[in-house]
């Protein structure tokens, strides 16, 4: 009776280690790319035009070339030198405007000039000025230089991957230093423009609807092109300024054209590597570090299990399974996928079934069935060894 124990024991394990592992299941409405899918032509949604977000629209609409034509609008903290003809040190002085977009003369006289060009702002300190009777209402008695512009706060909404309030065009030491040191008027931040700050939110989505990007500032919206930025044509990188709105429209469905680095997406994106399995026993055998999870966008699962070490050696092991975790990003929610490495790697419809990764999605290796198989015998034979050590000495 021991003997037979035994051997039901054996063959018990071994058809344990044959099992294969289940496939991971997903909500309904989770998967959102045509590579997630399993079978060929499901999840090609048809793609829809965006509707225009009207509750969160002003009511007078402009054309685009309106607001890429604007000048420079100060914001708070902008920097700007004021000169008044016969005023050594009381007026002419280097001013930088407060959070609430003002500047204080001689020490009592506010001036709100945030939201206006240099020439608007210059016509209004001069007005000031001489409505308190500090200067003689002469033309071209004051004169306003802008010096530097600084980093502003934009609310980003819609298909990007990060949307929230974003700060954009800040300076560090040096630039502000050389800025400072220069006597040219003028300055150029070309980072508190459009494409800066849809990149600094992320980038845009994979469903977004570049057709459909509204600017709201003010009492007034526009609504812009950008798909200029993913075909290599113009588009209106419009120069933005402090309390604008930027509403990225979405087409509900996934476009693989919108996954690639450009103007307008993330330029690389950060995954998490797992790869426990044979002949790496651990992640720093397998190389994974720093640079191979962080990975240009647009890469595929495919690239990232190179990356990971999931792909070659031993062909006891070649027939590995890896696991993708990802999250919709239109809905939320969470989805789960697995890939036979040597399926995506040999099968010619490896295209139709190797999504991309979005940013922050998880992956990990398994062992192949061989492997798995092998250590069942393994701990069978460790687990038995000890019982027929003991019959032997008896």
């Keep these: 009776m021991t003997h037979k124990t035994i051997a039901i024991l054996i063959s018990a394990s071994l058809l344990g280690g044959c099992a294969t592992m289940e496939r991971p299941a997903n909500a309904v409405g989770s998967q959102y790319a045509p590579q997630q899918f399993e079978a060929p ?3 090609h ?5 965006a509707m225009a977000p009207t509750h969160d629209l002003p009511t007078q609409q402009v054309a685009s070339h309106i607001f890429a034509s604007t000048p420079d609008l100060l914001a708070s903290g902008d920097r700007v030198r004021l000169k008044v003809a016969g005023d050594q040190d009381s007026l002419s002085r280097t001013y930088v405007l407060a959070a609430n977009g003002t500047i204080t003369l001689d020490g009592r006289l506010v001036i709100a000039i945030a939201g206006g060009s240099i020439v608007e702002a ?11 009777g500090l200067i003689r209402g002469l033309k071209n008695s004051v004169r306003l230089q802008l010096l530097e512009l600084g980093g502003i706060s934009v609310a980003v909404s819609g298909a990007v991957f990060e949307p929230g309030m ?3 065009g800040e ?11 220069n006597s040219d008027s003028g300055d150029r931040n070309a980072n508190r423009s459009l494409t800066t700050t849809l ?4 980038g845009v989505r994979p469903d977004a609807d570049l057709s459909a990007v509204y600017l709201v500032r003010g009492g007034q919206w526009s609504k812009i092109d950008l798909n200029g930025a993913i075909y290599g044509n113009a588009i209106d990188d419009i120069a933005l300024t402090a309390n604008d709105r930027v509403i990225v429209g979405s087409r509900a469905c996934f476009q693989d054209a919108l996954v690639k680095p450009s103007q307008i997406t993330a330029p690389g994106i950060r995954v998490y590597m797992s790869n426990l399995s044979r002949p790496a026993s651990n992640n720093a055998s397998s190389a994974i570090n720093r640079d191979a999870t962080n990975l240009p966008y647009g890469t595929r699962l495919s690239q990232a299990m190179v990356a990971a070490n999931c792909v070659g050696g031993s062909a006891m092991n070649a027939a590995r399974k890896v696991v993708l975790m990802s999250r919709n990003p239109i809905n939320g929610k969470s989805v789960v996928i697995q890939r036979s490495v040597e399926k995506l790697v040999r099968q010619d419809d490896r295209d139709g079934k190797d999504p991309y990764l979005m940013p922050g999605d998880s ?12 250590d069942v ?7 038995a060894s000890p019982y027929f050590l003991l019959k032997n000495l008896d």
């Design 363 to 374: 992956l990990a290796c398994y062992d192949s069935f061989a492997m798995n198989v092998r």
């Design 377 to 383: 015998i393994s701990l069978v034979g460790e687990t």
């Design 41 to 43: 032509g499901e999840g």
């Design 199 to 202: 990149r600094a939110a992320g």
């Design 171 to 181: 300076r560090n030491a040096e630039t502000r230093g050389v800025n400072l040191s």
């Design 122 to 132: 210059e016509k209004a300190i001069a007005k000031k000025l001489a409505d308190a």
């Design 166 to 168: 974003i700060r954009v």
């Design 45 to 49: 949604d048809s793609c829809q035009v």
